[in-house]
């Protein structure tokens, strides 16, 4: 991940150091929509639960609900606001650079994880199940 980061930096800042800036400013995006996703798994995952009590109901089906509908109208609300060319420091194609640094590398993380999920040698990390191999014990 370092390298990763240090990559995306000298990359752009090789660009404009006004686009790295807009590229931070987008952070926001990741946040709003990596919490919403965390909420609605908390809400599918515990849906059987709800009714064995109260508790279960507020903490693990209203609340990561509601807290997820908030972070994805968050998510939409600065989108837009980011689509905009004057906010940030630069405009790509008349939009916003925030809005198409965020957008970009935020579909590009999608692609990646669907092509992950299937991909034999981390098929495992998404489904839950060992590989043969990683499910015999070692000996230290």
Known sequence: MGAAAVVYYVAMSFLSENLLADSISAISLFIAFYYALTGFACFWYFRGTFRESARNLWFRGILPLLGALILTAAFFISAVQMWDPAYGDTQ??????????????????????????????????????????AATPTSA
């Open 92 to 133: 790509i194609f008349g939009v916003g650079g925030a809005f198409v640094s965020g957008v970009v590398l935020l579909a590009l993380g999608v692609v990646l994880a669907v092509v992950c999920r299937f991909l034999p040698s981390t098929r495992e990390y998404f489904t839950g199940k060992p590989t043969a191999a």
